[in-house]
């Protein structure tokens, strides 16, 4: 049985919302100063507990137990979104931390461990899931030697070398050494705030369905070109986007979502007639069969624009992912937990949100818990999680890692 | 009776044509190198004539007749689109000059004349009809001092010092001097060429009512957010525009046009529920209780919206012209003269572009020729008109003028 310290949880939370503090959230991109000031911190209490603490040449913090016997491996990151909360990761690195010291500290454990890590650049300013990718050997040198801060336009090596990692090693999972990975997250939706529920145990992360679509038109004189015969590329995509807002809820599953980010018109001009038009449509669904339905209407739809004209419409597919699905035994081991914790007041749910536990799922047996987010507010600085909550999920996950140590 | 040159008339356009070339138009922004080379060249043309040529402190060029008489005032522009077309201002330049040499030649318009303006910058580079509204006393210095062009960033006050032009005064239309102002223009749609027409006889500009719709909602993660509880301000923005071209067709006039030729999502990216958005709509029509019908239609579609939610959407009034109405006597001088020309092939019909006639209108009795644009292009470089409707249209301009002169 382990026993967390709620105040040494909250306290490290705290500590972290201080590093890179904006509002009631934080600043904190990936290898800024206070993204480094807040990996030092984290290999410093590491150090603390006795652990080989190492930050990497892509700023991964990994901290080792020194000891034999059965471990897990947990974590999140610790890099925020721009201008965004102070638990979107922390919270994940934070329970790791407490597990491993509550692990540690528990007379019946000794002989197991829980080794923590803390990913680099989970959020993308620089890549996609770089800092897992690294640790499962599946990012390639060149990819950060190419690889550019989205906001900043600052190359990554230059970050990596002002934060004093070039020439550092990239460390990878040690062959065998873990027997499972647990992530834990804030849910970033509203599910468990509106059932008043305090824990989601992730069945599956969704699959992302990317497609960009595209329209072609004649540009001309908003003015001079009578309605019968333009061929505007803005009112081809507002149809086909209506279109497919009238029929998805008819097919779609019950947690698909689907959504139209970015639309750009060509020219823009206020008194020019967009002769080219592009929409970024994205699908998420956990089950692959959902996917598919949804993908053949968008593609049906797709048909029957270019069936009756006057625009040539052109679907592409941009990215289709697979879902993560997460392994039966930490999925029941949280459930147990939170029974303990939380009777009654939790649930299996998916992920909508991508998450470095689906680069982990395909080389260890992988869980996730969320927790709740208020009004389900995400990558926004007024993001948060009531510290009671916060609580509670910290017990049910330091519940379930040693649950899953002394299987 | 009037004779024009139809070698004249097309070796002045191709010699036009050849100040700036670009593809089969012209490249011939205001105040660059070629727009003032073109306008030396017509003052030169102008004093070949015995005119007092002037080009003004904005550029217009000016040529009045040495003679006293009735006088008419005529002409366009001579600068260009970005890379746009050969007649688009040239046209009704060239007519104008030709007309000004016909009617000095026949032996039966002495005493009369036809003064020949080029206005500058009717293509808005650097403002709105700069041009003509100096020549009518409706443009302050202040306007010069602030104006930059739009595509190259230049300060209108730097390219008026590198065109010689600064400290140069700017010439005002003279009080009572002008019966009236002709205009010739391509049409720049395909009503005339559709309709096997050779003359388009301006009954009105239309007005331009120009509006901003703005929709928010909330921005949010589009992985975590359940469809049910969204606020997607770009969904919302597609279901006005498809509500706006579902219903505006059922009470439009028969040359109503309106257009969202911008379209702007926020934060627009692929994975964010936009949390604002924005739409550029113009309405043109040349009867003022159409377009207050199609206003009155946008602000029932808007508050429906605003009604079924769930986004706030608001409409703001940009700017809400007047359509100008050409005179009746030039309409009627123009019809005569195109039944002379090209017998049951003209038609009288509104302009859905703007010109320097509209700007002339409140001052003169105005009135507009069109002649065919091949395939209705406009603003672009392949813009066209076949030699013999060019021909056409300056035998009906020069009759027209010739008529008004005698009235």
Redesign the interface.
């Known amino acids: 049985m382990v026993t967390i310290d709620p105040e040494r949880v909250l306290g490290d939370l705290y500590h972290l919302r201080s590093i890179g503090t904006y509002e009631t959230g934080v600043h904190r991109p990936t290898l800024s100063p206070e993204d480094m000031q807040a990996r030092h911190w984290l290999a410093d209490r590491l150090r603390d507990l006795g652990y080989e603490a190492t930050i990497d040449g892509i700023a991964n913090v990994v901290g080792l137990s020194p000891g034999g016997g059965r471990k897990l491996l947990a974590g999140s990151h610790l890099e925020s979104q721009n201008h965004a909360g102070w638990l979107d990761g922390a919270l994940g690195v934070i329970y790791a931390l407490e597990a491993a010291r509550a692990v540690a500290e528990a007379p019946d454990m000794q002989g197991t461990a829980v080794d923590v890590i803390a990913f680099a650049d989970e959020e993308g300013h620089f890549g996609s899931f770089m800092g897992s990718r690294s640790y499962v050997g599946e990012l390639d040198d060149g990819e950060i030697d190419t690889a550019v801060d989205a906001t900043r336009g600052t190359p990554m090596r230059t970050m990596l070398d002002g934060a004093g990692l070039s020439g550092h090693g990239r460390l990878e999972i040690p062959a065998g050494r873990h027997a499972a990975f647990l992530e834990a997250h804030i849910?970033?939706?509203?599910?468990l705030e509106t059932n008043h529920l305090k824990a989601g145990i992730v069945t599956s992360i969704?699959a992302?369905w990317?497609y960009k679509i595209t329209f072609e038109g004649v540009?001309?004189?908003?003015?001079?070109?009578?309605?019968a015969?333009r061929k505007?590329a803005?009112?081809a995509?507002?149809?086909l986007?209506?279109a497919i807002?009238a029929r998805f809820?008819e097919i779609?599953g019950p947690?698909?979502?689907?959504?139209?980010?970015?639309?750009t018109?060509e020219p823009?001009?206020?008194?020019?007639?967009?002769g080219r038009a592009e929409m970024?449509f994205?699908l998420?669904d956990a089950e692959p069969e959902t996917l598919e339905r949804l993908e053949n209407e968008l593609v049906r739809l797709v048909a029957e624009a270019n069936g009756s004209g006057p625009c040539d419409v052109t679907l592409e597919t941009v990215s289709k992912g697979t879902p993560a699905v997460m392994a039966a035994e930490i999925q029941d081991a949280f459930e147990q937990a939170a029974e303990t914790h939380a009777p009654g007041r939790h649930t299996r749910m998916p992920?909508?949100?991508?998450h470095d536990a689906q680069v982990m799922r395909p080389h260890l047996p992988t869980g996730m818990l969320f927790v709740p987010s208020i009004g389900?507010?995400?990558?926004?600085w007024s993001e948060n999680t009531s510290d009671e909550d916060i609580v509670t999920g910290a017990r049910i996950y330091a519940s379930a890692a040693a649950t899953l140590l002394k299987t």
């Open positions: 849910e970033q939706g509203d599910w969704v992302i990317l540009q001309n004189h908003a003015g001079t070109t009578r309605m015969i505007d803005g009112v995509l507002t149809r986007a209506q807002e809820p779609a947690r698909s979502v689907w959504t139209t980010g970015r639309i018109l823009g001009a206020t008194s020019i007639i967009p970024h994205q998420r992920s909508g949100a991508s389900g507010v995400s990558h926004h």
